[in-house]
């Protein structure tokens, strides 16, 4: 059995109307996140968290924003996929931890929400998810109220995976092409 890590970072950009959709619920108030997608920047940053643990890609492979189909798209949605992505490797999600950098909202009252939210979407307890709301101390964008930026950690488990012969002669004959260039004059 490994364990692997995984990090992921998202902001999203205020704009007019609520309601603003953030980690997986809806939080009533006068703007909510711009995006192709709901706008979801802690559902984003978990899913990239997830696949960046399992060197599976990140996000905006999976779910291009050129896709009409995913214009509006409920983002716990993309983020069950991630984790679907990962059993198909024979990986699954361990534990999250995210950190939300906001002026507003203040997410005390969300939290147990959030955590159940993406618990759900994970396959996890939400023992496993952790969610925590930061301030800027006014400082920048984000002190400025202008949006939203998210951080998430994720481990990941599963079988130990062999290194495939194929895969180290793919390295060395990268290493070997590195050397080439670097010998040129
Ligand atoms: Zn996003």
Request: aromatic fraction near 2%; charged fraction near 20%.
């Amino acid at each position: 059995m490994t364990v692997r890590i995984g990090v992921g970072y998202d902001s999203h950009r205020f704009a007019p109307g609520g309601p603003l959709v953030l980690g997986g619920i809806r939080i009533p108030g006068d703007v909510h996140l711009a995006g192709h997608s709901d706008g979801d920047a802690i559902a984003h940053a978990v899913t990239d968290a997830i696949l960046g643990a399992a060197a599976a890609g990140d996000i905006g492979e999976m779910f291009s924003d050129q896709d009409p189909a995913h214009r509006g798209r409920d983002s716990l949605e993309m983020l069950r996929a991630a984790v679907g992505r990962l059993h198909g490797m024979g990986l699954a999600p361990r534990q999250v931890d995210v950190t939300v950098v906001a002026e507003q909202p203040r997410l005390a009252q969300h939290r147990e929400a959030m955590r159940a939210a993406l618990a759900v979407a994970l396959g996890l307890p939400p023992s496993a998810v952790s969610v925590k709301g930061k301030t800027n101390e006014g400082m920048g964008w984000v002190g400025r109220g202008e949006g939203l930026a998210c951080l998430a950690v994720a481990t990941v488990e599963g079988a130990a995976e062999p290194i495939a012969a194929e895969h180290v002669a793919t390295a060395q004959a990268a290493t070997a092409r590195v050397g080439a260039t670097d010998r040129r004059p």
